[in-house]
Structures are given as C-alpha cells and as structure tokens.
C-alpha cells in the first residue's frame, strides 16, 4: 500500500453527497504521525457538519463555513488503525502500533488547551473529520504523536467508538455528582451516545437509571445495557410516569438529544437540587421559568467531548472492567452515504462502524 496517496470520502459542496477522491499527503513531518485506518465510526454530529452548521433556534444557524472551515471536507472522528509511518520526532508509539486517535485538537497553545482541554480551545479549533481531513479514508495523517492512544486488548471496532462516542458519554456522566442505590438518573436519548452512557453508567454508579427514547428497540437496547426501566417519551403522561417510576428522586438528567422538547423534559423530571446535562446538539432554543433555577436549586450544565486524559482513562476503564457492549453494525467505507441517510432517518440501533 502506498502510503503516500490517501483515498478520502469527502464532499465537496455544503450538504451535498460523498465523493471518493485521492490526496497525496507529503511525508510527515516533526511529531506527525500516519495512520491506516482500519474502522471509523459514524457520528449524528456529522449530519450537522455535512449540512455546514447547527440549528441555533429562532430560525438561526451556526455555519462552519463562516468559523473557517474549508471545503471539501473529509469527516470521520472515531478512527482507529494501526500506525504506518512516523514522523523524525514522533515518540511514544512505533510502527504497527494498534491505537485509536483523540480528534478534538485545538491550537495546543492557549491556557484551555495547555490543561489539558483542546477540545474547548479559546484559539483555533483543528479538530479531525472537521477542520482537518477525518477518517472516512484509508489513510490519517495525525498532526502529533500525543494524540494517539495504544487500545491494547480492545477490540478495533468498539475502541474506535471511544474518541466521540464513549467520551461523550464518560465525560457527561462524570459532571454528576456521586449517587446511591435510591437515587435515579434519566438518560434522554439512547442512540450510539446515549446508549453508550447507559452502559458506562450502570459500570460506574449503583443509581437507578431510566432510559428514555421514542424508539422501541432502542428502548429494548438500553434494557439489555443496564438501564433499570425505560420510557416513550411521546407516550401520555410520560413525564409523571417516568417521574413517578424514579420515586420522585430523580438527582440527575442528561440529554443526550438537546431539542427544545429534551431539554424541558429533563428541566422537569430533576428533583430540588437536580442536575442537568445537556450534551445533543439537535438545535433550537432553551426556555424555561426563571424561578425554577432558584425554586429547585437547579444546575445546569453542558458538555462537549472530553479531553485526551478521559480518552486515555476511558480506555483504561474499558481494559480494567467488563463494560456492557452496545451494538456495533460493521459496513463498508463505500457505504458511507447510505449510512448517513440511515442515521439521519433514525434506522440505526448503536453505531455504525465503517471498515476502509
Ligand atoms: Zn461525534
Ligand atoms: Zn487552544
């Protein structure tokens, strides 16, 4: 394999289709690092880049475009492969190497990013599948060795999923404070993310957990990944039958959707001094009464991502403890459209997981 020439998935015009086409790539310079990717998973926030911005509310879009995106873009940002050339100064991994890649890289210079946290840089985001060419490709050049994460014993597929997905979901759930055995946490949203967080969570936390999601198998899914109950959120009554299932003590609530619909319903389920979580990026506007915050004591939060150190203790989570497995669907790298047009249409159950 020439490991000069990469193969890439990318489209070339906002919201358009997929295009195969071949880039060569310069051999790598200083700490940078070339990766043969074997699986990349597919994430819903690609929807969104390929559509070029987020739903803002009010009629009002977020744009790519305008924060310095270039056309055309390769997305793809849970890549795992085997390393295949290094650069002159790239340390701490060798060739044929198994890892997986952090791919929320920031300037890796200002205060956030030097903590640890690039994912949240105040300077010039260079994430991979966004601004830099992602993983939907045979090849990844990765801009310093640091951002790769040796998966052990994990199997390829299911680490992959760890670099959106599983840090996604630890790093939302760890906002919550500790819980016991008679609290309750609702999960909003049970897709690749949500399903994940479940699993994760019922790992981690002895607290009840009421999975909450339109889709009867993703509700049957997240039964058979820990979760203790679960619930149609469009189903009369929902909200006090989930409330009531929680004992009226539900502690925490993290949406994993972030519709005007989720974030309410999460709002509402949360006890006095609840906590809420808002992760989706679904889109559209946040509202509710104002007194709420001060009558309920109410703390809401978001979460984006999460740093390289959650990726690396995540993996070691995964290495240590027996997680339960949410579905993977293996395909092909040439389905990608397709396969972006069954998420888009809610017809995946876990992650779809792309094999270059
Ligand atoms: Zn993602
Ligand atoms: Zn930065």
Redesign the pocket.
Known sequence: MNYRCAHRWAFPSWGGALQERADELPAPMGAEVTIRVTHCGI????LHVQAGGFDMGGGKLSSLERAGTRLPVTMG??IGGEVVELGPDAQGVKLGDKVIVYPWLGCGQCLVCERGDEQLCTRAMRNLGIQLPGGYADLVRVPHAKYLVPIGTLEPARAATFA??GI?AYGAIRKLDPLDAEDAVAIIGCGGVGMTAVALYSAMSPARILAVDPDPAKREAALAHGATLAFDPNAPDALRAIAKAGNNNIAGAVDFVGSESSSSLAVNLVRRTGQVVIVGLFGGEFRMPLPLFALKSLRITGSYVAGLHELRDLVALAQRATLPQIPLDLRPLASVNQSLADLAAGRVVGRVVLQP
């Open positions: 994430c819903h926030s690609d940002h849970e959106c997905a996604t």
